[in-house]
């Protein structure tokens, strides 16, 4: 079983930054993908940014040049960097993680991941 806790949201002014955290726990499988994924009232789940066991990373456009993922597998934690913040970005943010499968078989579809964090809120203001 895999826990993952997620910290670092808040609210801040557009064009702000914020750093999310997400620490996981429990079995780590080698071949894994990773992702964060957003959330605001009104509107669908969507991936923002993911990353596979091979190294590969992927963005969904809205982000692309404004937002970084990364990991610490010493720490087994995932971070997304969030920079220029806007106010369509606010939503609340979920870490995910798929085991045993290839980011070709997981990106952004929600219903492939198996674990998720608890979500933590960002808000951002014009």
């Known amino acids: 079983q895999v826990q993952l806790v997620e910290s670092g949201g808040g609210s801040v002014q557009a064009g702000g930054s914020l750093r999310l955290s997400c620490a996981a726990s429990?079995?780590?499988?080698?071949?894994?993908?990773m992702a964060w994924f957003r959330q605001a009232p009104g509107k669908e789940r969507e991936g923002v940014a993911g990353i596979g066991s091979d190294g590969s990373i992927n963005y969904a456009d809205s982000v692309k040049g404004r937002f970084t993922i990364s990991q610490d597998n010493a720490k087994n934690t995932l971070y997304l960097q969030m920079n220029s913040l806007k106010p369509e970005d606010t939503a609340m943010y979920y870490c995910?993680?798929?085991?045993?499968?290839?980011?070709?078989?997981?990106?952004?579809?929600?219903?492939?991941?198996?674990?998720w964090g608890q979500g933590t809120q960002v808000t951002v203001s014009s």
């Open positions: 429990g079995y780590q499988a080698s071949t894994y993908c």
């Open positions: 995910a993680e798929a085991v045993w499968r290839t980011w070709d078989l997981c990106r952004f579809r929600d219903t492939k991941y198996d674990y």
